[in-house]
């Protein structure tokens, strides 16, 4: 194998494809990535056996071929080269690295102990702009469950239905959703899986803005996301997503707009003074919303937002962090904050548009 690129495209398929490799003392190859050399492109792949990524890489290619090195090393010395072009060979299963000033040389194992990239059955499959997805998706992953009992809250449901895709996550404390548009609509069924929580983080993390369009397929319980420079295989969870609209507001009795910033900032210096509960106490007033938080230990703190308030006066109490959460999800400068009464959830949008929502429950009435 024999081929030179650019440093930087090389580096940022090492570093992807290092995410998604995993520690197995009786299978030594799933802490190595996989480098393929073929008619103008280099392929570089990692994967835990639970997903995997394969990332290309424009290349000038002189010879074909295969190594299989370990991923940390690769990447580490590939950050240490600069953007200068890399030329790269192998030599008895290693891979020489040069530069104009620098020349590494990575140890490599047998590429045949590489486990093999599962080949997907497209059953059903969607369209949708990457830095979109991606955004919605981090939008909502800070309410995927990280308890083991239900297996089916810890990842994330997409469900893709017309022209749309909503995904969603809760952990029966709060629950977020966001919806976007698709590139391609869908024609019969509904498709919907539910995407464990680590491939979802991946997702946000690989495809940027700059990804383009990535196509989502589903089939026989795995998931292929892919664009033009790579894509990602995982496998998905078993189960049911509960019916969760029900529990999503649609009614208040005391709703206010607040500045997005300024109640970030409310909380988490109420935050220094929250108990054991991380509770924090948020009240309704023709003076604005009040955010209380008292420790016995510690003391009391209380800070009040200037808001545009209607309806009743009401104090909820939250798990701070869970609001904060919230609030940090959404985009517009100007957000709403809707609740009924004490026992009840409130709701957090934005001001201009009601694409994403985040549902947070009470910690006790007041």
Not at 34 to 45: F, I, R
Not at 59 to 74: E, H, I, Q, T, Y
Request: proline share 4%; aromatic share 6%.
């Amino acid at each position: 194998m024999k081929f030179s690129c650019i440093t930087s495209h090389l580096t940022r398929a090492a570093g992807i494809a290092e995410r998604f490799c995993g520690k197995n003392i009786s299978l030594p190859a799933l802490s190595h990535v996989l480098v393929e050399a073929s008619d103008g492109v280099v392929v570089v792949t990692g994967t835990n056996l639970e997903h995997a990524v394969e990332w290309r890489v424009p290349a000038r290619v002189a010879r074909k071929g295969r190594v299989c090195l370990p991923a940390k090393v690769l990447s580490s010395i590939l950050q240490s080269f600069g953007d200068e072009k890399v030329e790269a060979e192998d030599e008895r299963g290693n891979l020489r690295l040069k530069t104009s000033s620098r020349d590494g040389r990575v140890n490599g194992m047998s590429p045949d102990d590489f486990p093999l990239v599962p080949k997907i059955k497209k059953t059903a499959a969607f369209s949708v702009d990457a830095g979109v997805v991606s955004a919605a998706i981090a939008r909502v992953l800070p309410a995927v469950s990280r308890s083991e009992f239900k297996p089916e809250l810890s990842g994330i449901m997409m469900r893709a239905a017309g022209d749309t895709l909503t995904m969603a996550a809760t952990d029966t404390f709060r629950l977020a959703e966001s919806v976007v548009s698709l590139k391609r609509s869908v024609a019969g069924d509904d498709i919907a899986c539910i995407v464990p929580e680590r491939t979802a983080q991946e997702i946000t993390r690989t495809f940027d803005q700059d990804a383009g369009v990535v196509e989502i397929a589903v089939g026989e319980n795995q998931l292929l996301a892919e664009t033009a420079d790579g894509r990602i295989v995982s496998r998905l969870i078993e189960g049911s997503f509960p019916d969760y609209r029900a529990i999503i507001p649609t009614g208040f009795t005391t709703s206010a707009y607040i500045k997005k910033n300024e109640l970030i900032a409310a909380i988490r210096s109420a935050s220094i003074f929250a108990s054991k509960l991380q509770e924090a106490t948020v009240r309704f007033s023709a003076q604005g919303l009040e955010v209380v938080s008292a420790n016995p230990d510690i003391g009391d703190y209380r800070v009040t937002v200037p808001a545009a308030f209607e309806g009743n006066e009401v104090a909820i109490s939250f798990n701070w962090r869970y609001l904060l959460d919230g609030v940090q999800s959404l985009e517009d400068e100007d957000v709403f904050f809707g609740c009924t009464r004490e026992s009840s959830p409130a709701l957090l949008r934005n001001k201009s548009h009601q694409r994403f929502s985040y549902v947070v429950m009470p910690i006790r009435a007041t």
